[in-house]
T-cell receptor
């Protein structure tokens, strides 16, 4: 069964450094998402992306964050200058398009655990 | 606006007894509703979904949920808990329109299963 993959599974970085989290969505999916989950807290929506542009973003997704689909398969989240509070699990998700409700199901990757020191 | 409430942050049951995880939602539109499960240090796995078809939805691993519009609820149940059910469970509301794509997670319910 096709699945969303994410790399790396864990990343440790120093405060102020840039990080890029990578995701490979399911191949026929057209809508892509990033979420974050701070340890012990709820899953928070960051951004949605469709047709090579951001559809929606939350207040968390400030100028330090950016997303890109550099080629036909990868979907990346960049944090320009990491802060301690960026430490979290970051999940990528994707879904198909189309008029049926089936397309609303988002399929999640296993996550990247980011630790900022 | 959309919101999701999971009334219990933690539920503990004995193995073999029923599980009830409660979820209430509010939405300006007719939403789709999902339950996801997250095992320790793992990703999010879809358990089941409601998308305006049958109100009683069956999912994987013996879980089911009933959509009750009058109560704005989508509670998750399982007749008999198994040790492997111990995990975090998230109720999710999704509203998808032409120019609106919103997914809201509930705060989660941690399920413990006692042998």
């Amino acid at each position: 069964e096709p699945e969303v993959t994410q790399t790396p599974s864990h990343q440790v970085t120093q405060m102020g450094q840039e990080v890029i989290l990578r995701c490979v969505p399911i191949s026929n999916h057209l809508y892509f998402y990033w979420y974050r989950q701070i340890l012990g807290q709820k899953v928070e929506f960051l951004v949605s992306f469709y047709n090579n542009e951001i559809s929606e973003k939350s207040e968390i997704f400030d100028d330090q964050f950016s997303v890109e689909r550099p080629d036909g398969s990868n979907f990346t989240l960049k944090i320009r200058s990491t802060k301690l509070e960026d430490s979290a699990m970051y999940f990528c998700a994707s879904r198909t398009s189309g008029g049926s409700f089936v397309s609303e199901t988002q399929y999640f990757g296993p996550g990247t655990r980011l630790l900022v020191l | 606006a959309q919101s999701v409430t999971q009334l219990d942050s933690h539920v503990s049951v004995s193995e073999g007894t029923p599980v009830l995880l409660r979820c209430n939602y509010s939405s300006s539109y007719s939403p789709s509703l999902f339950w996801y499960v997250q095992h320790p240090n793992k990703g999010l796995q879809l358990l089941l979904k409601y998308t305006s078809a049958a109100t009683l939805v069956k999912g994987i691993n013996g879980f089911e949920a009933e959509f009750k519009k009058s109560e704005t609820s989508f509670h998750l149940t399982k007749p008999s808990a198994h040790m492997s059910d111990a995990a975090e469970y998230f109720c999710v509301v999704s509203v998808l329109r032409t120019s609106y794509d919103k997914v809201i997670f509930g705060p989660g319910t941690s399920l413990s299963v006692i042998p």
